[in-house]
């Protein structure tokens, strides 16, 4: 046995050397976007009252078309994500052939080279206060307490004209889809806030 353990260690010790060197050059790659780990924190009072009063008015009746030629990482991250409409809806899957909700907004935004941590909670860093649609931009991150939750629980990712694109949601997960994010609030008690992520290109 003193022998195996002799062997075991200048094994570890590579590969602590050899880790950070692999996660050093995958960085150079993508713009990470820090986390906040187990930042399942309860909405404030603004979030809660933004909800309650959210505009949606500006919802139109069908979602908004593809960009024909993009110019931009937010055309770019909006193709990206509906490349993935129709892809099965699987709890903890991380692509390609099956996504959750944080798993495809992540795959998303990897495509325009911004890396995002797993989890929705972990994604809603720096959420803010969503009172009307005139606040989101194509792209943006929408996150999700149902129920009077405490925690994010769901991310979805919008489209504009007050359509979103996901997973569905908790009560009704599926594969990913396109829906108004009205149909959201008919579960009691929601809380929807927002983020919005600067891409490489600015916009």
């Not at 010790?13 to 960085?27: D, E, N, R, Y």
């Not at 404030?44 to 078309?65: H, K, Q, Y």
């Not at 009172?131 to 929408?142: K, M, Q, T, V, Y």
Request: with cysteine; net charge positive; proline share 11%.
């Amino acid at each position: 046995m003193v022998r195996k353990r002799a062997q075991i260690r200048p094994l570890a010790a590579a590969v602590s050397i050899a880790l950070p060197i692999v996660l050093t050059a995958a960085a150079v790659c993508m713009t990470a976007i820090p986390s906040r780990l187990g930042s399942r924190i309860p909405p404030t009072g603004e979030m809660r009252a933004a909800s309650t009063r959210i505009d949606l008015s500006g919802t139109a009746p069908t979602p908004p078309p593809p960009p024909v030629e993009p110019r931009t990482d937010r055309d770019r991250l909006v193709l990206a994500a509906r490349r993935m409409l129709g892809t099965p809806y699987r709890w903890g899957a991380k692509g390609p052939d099956e996504y959750d909700c944080s798993g495809f907004t992540k795959a998303a935004y990897a495509a325009v080279g911004v890396r995002l941590p797993d989890g929705s909670f972990n994604q809603a860093a720096g959420e803010r206060p969503l009172g009307s649609l005139d606040e989101l931009a194509p792209g943006d991150l929408l996150f999700y307490r149902w129920n009077g939750a405490v925690g994010v629980s769901h991310v979805t990712m919008y489209l504009g004209d007050g359509w979103v694109i996901g997973t569905g949601s908790p009560a009704t997960p599926g594969e990913v889809g396109i829906y108004p994010l009205a149909a959201d609030f008919r579960v009691p008690d929601t809380t929807v806030t927002f983020r919005h992520i600067v891409l490489p290109d600015g916009s």
